[in-house]
């Protein structure tokens, strides 16, 4: 893919049938996980790209080969990812899997605030200076108390945004 590697300058969302597991946990029945080839191109497409999963409520998986018994697999080959601008411009992005009704696949459901974020401030920078102040590590510990539920990206980037509204 020829836009792996780059920096896109802008929010940007992947969302659909990626076909393909990224690790055992995303996969039931069938053959054991093995990370191939594809697993690995993905994963570097991913990483490269500096795009984080989002994350999902519902079914674990979002597609079953519908067969029977032993036969039947069960796979997270859908999903969604975004880069941190996306993520910042749309903070409280919900992804949902829907069931699945006439598809081998389940329907992806973005549920996206109404009101996007317009906040672009500059990531956040450590400064040397904030150890000097008293009762910060209570603070910052206070501000890791958050949220849960989302992938470990989008779990990091909230956690971050707890921790500059309480210092900054």
């Given at each position: 893919m020829?836009v ?6 802008y929010p940007?969302l ?7 597991i990224t ?5 039931r029945g069938g053959r054991?996980?093995?990370?191939d080839i594809?697993?690995r191109?993905?994963?570097?497409f991913?990483?490269?790209s500096?795009l984080i ?8 998986f979002?597609w079953?080969n519908?067969?029977f018994g ?5 796979e997270?080959l859908?999903?969604a990812?975004?880069n941190?601008?996306w993520i910042?411009y ?11 009704i006439g ?6 459901l973005?549920?996206v605030s ?13 400064h040397?200076?904030?150890l000097?102040?008293e009762g910060?590590?209570?603070?910052v510990r206070?501000?890791w ?6 992938s470990?990206?989008?779990?990091l980037?909230?956690?971050l945004?707890n921790?500059?509204?309480?210092i900054v």
């Amino acid at each position: 893919m020829a836009v792996a590697g780059m920096d896109f300058g802008y929010p940007m969302l992947l969302i659909g049938d990626f076909n393909v597991i990224t690790d055992s946990t995303e996969k039931r029945g069938g053959r054991g996980f093995n990370a191939d080839i594809e697993v690995r191109e993905f994963r570097n497409f991913v990483n490269s790209s500096s795009l984080i999963d989002l994350g999902f409520s519902g079914s674990a998986f979002t597609w079953c080969n519908n067969r029977f018994g032993h036969a039947r697999v069960w796979e997270r080959l859908d999903r969604a990812l975004a880069n941190d601008g996306w993520i910042n411009y749309f903070p409280d992005s919900i992804v949902t899997h829907l069931p699945r009704i006439g598809s081998d696949h389940c329907p992806l459901l973005l549920q996206v605030s109404s009101q996007p974020s317009r906040n672009r401030r500059s990531p956040l920078r450590f400064h040397k200076f904030w150890l000097s102040i008293e009762g910060i590590q209570h603070v910052v510990r206070r501000a890791w108390c958050g949220p849960s539920g989302a992938s470990h990206g989008v779990r990091l980037l909230k956690l971050l945004r707890n921790t500059r509204q309480v210092i900054v």
